[in-house]
């Protein structure tokens, strides 16, 4: 599930993305975020083409450190979009239907998420049109992630099939972005950055 590698050098990749994802939990203590930085951060996707190309939109729900993007499900649903949140069962991720009342009718996970009742919530079939924002820990202007450490997303990204890829967005706060980060080769890298400064794409030079 974790896709460690073997070895001297997976070992010492481990010890750099243990180290990383402590100082960034201890940072996003002292800088988790302003309401005013949320705002933006929601506002550069809502005026950019990546959203207005998106037929479904598959996001997470808010958690401890993570920008809250929960209030770009009454857009979505507004304009016509499909929204889906992750559900964890064991190792594998799938996303299912919410709504505008996702507060009432999703339910906590085990790791403290919300997530979407699958007794009740339709499960969504990911396709081109699909914009997956992705949160995470770290990431590099080049597209490298740094999750949690339960290799979800990257699970999930991986198995799509070729025809069947969106485009995939990590969604953080600017300080969490650097040149380079600690990653295997399993981990998968985004295709856009999204922060409260703006949309950035990969193959693009980065922000001074």
């Given at each position: ?58 996001l997470f729900l808010p958690h401890i ?68 924002l992705v949160p995470g820990r770290a ?70």
């Amino acid at each position: 599930m974790d896709g460690k590698p073997d070895g001297e050098s997976g070992r010492d990749t481990l010890q750099e993305k243990k180290k990383l994802r402590s100082q960034i939990k201890e940072l996003l203590r002292q800088n988790p975020g302003t309401e005013q930085d949320n705002r933006s951060l929601i506002s550069h996707l809502l005026t950019s083409s990546y959203w207005g190309k998106a037929e479904q939109v598959f996001l997470f729900l808010p958690h401890i450190g993570e920008p809250d993007i929960s209030g770009l499900i009454a857009i979505a649903m507004a304009e016509g979009k499909t929204v889906a949140a992750p559900h964890c069962h064991e190792e594998t991720m799938f996303f299912h239907e919410v709504f505008s009342d996702w507060i009432d009718t999703t339910i906590p996970s085990s790791f403290g998420i919300q997530e979407p009742d699958t007794a009740s919530a339709p499960l969504v079939t990911i396709s081109p049109t699909t914009l997956l924002l992705v949160p995470g820990r770290a990431f590099s202007w080049d597209g490298k992630r740094l999750g949690r450490g339960k290799s979800y997303y990257d699970t999930f990204i991986a198995s799509i099939p070729d025809g069947q890829k969106p485009m995939v967005m990590g969604v953080c706060w600017s300080w969490q972005v650097f040149e380079d980060i600690p990653t295997w080769e399993l981990d998968q890298p985004m295709q856009a950055l999204l922060t409260e400064k703006g949309i950035h794409k990969v193959n693009q030079t980065p922000p001074a």
